[in-house]
């Protein structure tokens, strides 16, 4: 099969690889309809994190089953699925917590192995193997109409990260909103707190296409400034307040900071982030300003059956942040797109 494979910084190359098979009895074999690159695939890319050696790379993908394990049985050859990703097992205290993320056996695709060290292979490929699928997988009743496969995509990773960065942070009905980060991941935080019924919901961009995006997913408000400037312009939004929550979308110990000072003493901060290079929390400022910090690795399987039914109906359209398609032999062109900044996401189909 043709699959994306990471070698070095600013290295992907599509390569031939050996088609997965069943490993385990819980295992399942998909064959992909859609992948996509994360912001996150980007620290390896960049050299932020290094590659010891070539792997394949990618988490998000939705696809059809195409081999089942013998001990599956709720889930048949055909089947339309999303897969979380992360796996997880069901059974384990993290699981019965609803946070599948951190599952005892969780696995990531193209980073960790499943539970008995097999390795997982990365989602932007033709094929890949699911261990511990019954738990993991989420399908999709009935035909899928291929227009919903971009939205559906996002329930694998950033419609279902955004939705936990407003968990996180109790954003609900009548709440004032501010999202820090502009990428795939914030433009979903503030279609989640929006469809959570924020009063208002204040994107900080720069970026005009993303502003436009913003507005379209249920944004009040734009600032584009950042610092002091940006957090004065927030009060003058809010009448001279500061927002019940912040959405912390980057992961840098700026977008971190932005986020704690837009938010008024009581508050939420949500972060998803994924931490580059580490952002520390100042808690002599949390202590003085009994702000809460909530959130982390998006427990996805947990949110999709929630999330689905008005992605179905058509009542969202996350799908949006797909600003650009290629086929998966293209991988690297979709890589450089998401670097420069010239692609919001990419969608990738094999």
């Known amino acids: 099969m043709r699959a994306t494979v990471i070698h070095d910084a600013r290295d992907i190359r599509v390569e031939d690889r050996p088609t997965p098979t069943i490993v385990t009895p819980t295992d399942v ?6 992948a996509c690159v994360c912001g996150s695939d980007l620290w390896p890319y960049r050299g932020i994190r290094d590659t010891k050696e070539p792997r394949q790379i990618g988490h998000e993908f939705v696809g ?3 081999a089942v394990g013998d001990a599956v049985t709720g889930l048949h050859v055909g089947d339309f699925v999303i897969a979380p990703f992360t796996t997880n097992d069901g059974t384990c205290q993290a699981c019965r917590a609803g946070i599948t993320s951190s599952c005892d056996h969780q696995s990531t695709f193209g980073v960790t192995p499943d539970a008995y060290g097999n390795p997982v292979g990365g989602a932007q490929a033709e094929f890949v193997r699911v261990p511990d699928a019954e738990a993991s997988l989420v399908l999709v009743p009935g035909p899928v109409d291929d227009a919903l496969v971009p939205s559906l995509l996002t329930l694998s ?3 279902s990260t955004g939705h936990h960065a407003a968990v996180s942070a109790h954003v609900g009905p009548g709440s004032t909103v501010v999202v820090v980060g502009d990428g795939a991941v914030g433009l979903c935080a503030v279609l989640a707190a929006s469809r959570l019924g924020a009063d208002r919901v204040i994107a900080m961009s720069r970026h005009k296409d993303r502003q436009a995006l913003a507005r379209e997913f249920g944004a009040t408000d734009i600032v584009a400034t ?3 400037e940006g957090v004065a312009e927030v009060r003058a939004l809010l009448g001279g307040d500061l927002a019940d929550c912040a959405l912390e979308a980057v992961g840098t110990a700026e977008s971190m900071d932005q986020a704690l000072r837009v938010v008024r003493p009581g508050g939420n901060v949500g972060y998803v982030g994924v931490p580059a290079g580490g952002p520390e929390l100042p808690l002599p400022y949390l ?3 009994n702000i809460t910090v ?5 427990p996805a399987r947990a949110y999709i059956p929630e999330l689905l039914p008005d992605v179905l109906s058509g009542a969202v359209e ?3 942040v797909f600003d650009l398609e290629l086929p998966l032999d293209d991988a690297a062109e979709a890589y450089r797109a998401m670097d420069e900044r010239r692609a919001i996401k990419v969608l990738l189909r094999p």
């Open 64 to 66: 059809t089953v195409s």
């Open 29 to 34: 074999i998909v064959q992909v309809v859609a």
């Open 226 to 228: 950042r610092g002091d």
């Open 294 to 298: 909530g959130g982390g690795i998006a």
């Open 157 to 159: 990773d950033v419609f």
């Open 287 to 289: 202590f003085g300003t």
């Open 318 to 320: 996350p799908g949006k």
